[in-house]
């Protein structure tokens, strides 16, 4: 089975090539193509979905919500991959960063400081989804936080079960089962 993820952006690509070794068989072939925001995501869609011809391929697309209605955003990304309807497309809410706060004891871990644990109780990271903030947030956590270095170094410690965003169960969820179904 092939995995070929369309990414707005590289921070993303760093944080799930962290831990796709942990979800995925070996025999998988996984591509990142990265973009260079969430314009040039949008138009390349469907010309890489159409000239993408290797076979048993499965294309995720994920994209930020940003400030946009979530389910307006993935109607739109999916009309984009008309051509692959089984395309899954996963929207972070609102940022990567909303991932990387639903699991404080991973962002305690990779930078350490084990006083961020605590924190995962508060009701202001209990649903990191509801956070439009996640990047401000996690640079005051940790300042000089850097988006794909910071995304490399958290990555490894994600913990699949712990992590309390919603969005990144889903995604979670749907990487588990393509690995379940392509180990078969």
Known sequence: ?????????????????GFMPRIVPEHFLVTYLVHEG????????????????????????????????PIVLKTRLKAL????????????????ESWILGDMQALASAFG?????ALSGNRKF???????????????LIPGYQKV???????????????????FNLLISDLKRLAAAGAA
Request: hydrophobic share 40%; glycine share 0%.
């Open 81 to 96: 991959c008309a051509e692959r309807p089984e395309t899954l497309v996963r929207i972070p809410v609102h940022h990567l």
């Open 126 to 140: 209990r649903n990191p989804d509801a956070l439009a903030n996640a990047s401000e947030e996690i640079a005051r």
């Open 149 to 167: 270095s910071g995304a490399r170094t958290v990555s490894p410690h994600i913990d699949f079960d712990r992590n309390l965003s919603r969005s």
């Open 38 to 69: 969430k314009q040039d995501l949008e138009k390349s869609i469907p010309r890489k979905i159409r000239a993408w011809k290797t076979p048993n391929t499965c294309f995720i697309v994920i994209r930020d919500k940003d400030a946009e209605d």
């Open 1 to 17: 089975m092939n995995l070929v993820f369309m990414l707005e952006e590289p921070s993303m690509k760093h944080f799930l090539a």
């Open 113 to 117: 400081k084990p006083n961020l644990v």
